[in-house]
């Protein structure tokens, strides 16, 4: 089974997102082996229908759930509409999230968590992704070997 995960990060440990039309980052994690694919969220900037491009992208990849923070109304229909199931969890990691979602501790939603433009809010909120961001982005470079390494 594929899951979309909105998240704040580029790995599995990384924070859930509470957006979903407006997260930074999908993880499109498949169940029966725990394989992901990580995918930058292009809708985070849309004034409007960030929701909707974001249920279109994730219906893309063949996600059968959804796992996120919170849900606007126009999303929810989309995604409900062609069948994807959609969980809430405010907080914890994606993996975490995964893991309880196995195990059957979250409940499906059928209606929005939030009104329309939730994504677009407040400056707290805009820190929290950036340092997630920032910490993720370090992560790569490490990854990849593109940091220098300054010895003395």
């Known amino acids: 089974m594929k899951i979309a995960v909105s998240s704040c990060g580029i790995s599995l440990d990384s924070p859930i ?5 407006r997260c930074d980052y999908f993880l499109i994690i498949d169940t029966h082996d725990m394989s992901f694919e990580v995918f930058d969220n ?5 004034t409007q229908g960030a929701g909707v491009q974001s249920a279109r ?4 990849k063949g996600a ?4 996120t923070g919170n849900i606007g109304p126009n999303a929810i229909r989309a995604l409900s509409a062609v069948g994807v199931e959609v969980v809430l969890c405010q907080e914890g990691s994606n993996i ?14 059928n209606g929005a968590s939030v009104r329309e433009h939730y994504g677009m809010a407040g400056k707290a909120a805009e820190d929290r992704m ?23």
């Open 42 to 46: 292009v809708n985070v900037g849309l």
């Open 64 to 67: 059968q759930a959804v796992i």
């Open 130 to 152: 950036k340092d997630a961001k920032m910490a993720d982005e370090k992560e790569k470079e490490v990854k990849t070997g593109d940091v220098e390494l300054n010895e003395k």
């Open 17 to 21: 997102d509470p957006r979903f039309g």
């Open 57 to 60: 992208f994730v219906i893309s």
């Open 96 to 109: 975490g999230a995964i893991e309880k979602y196995q195990k059957g501790e979250f409940k499906s939603v």
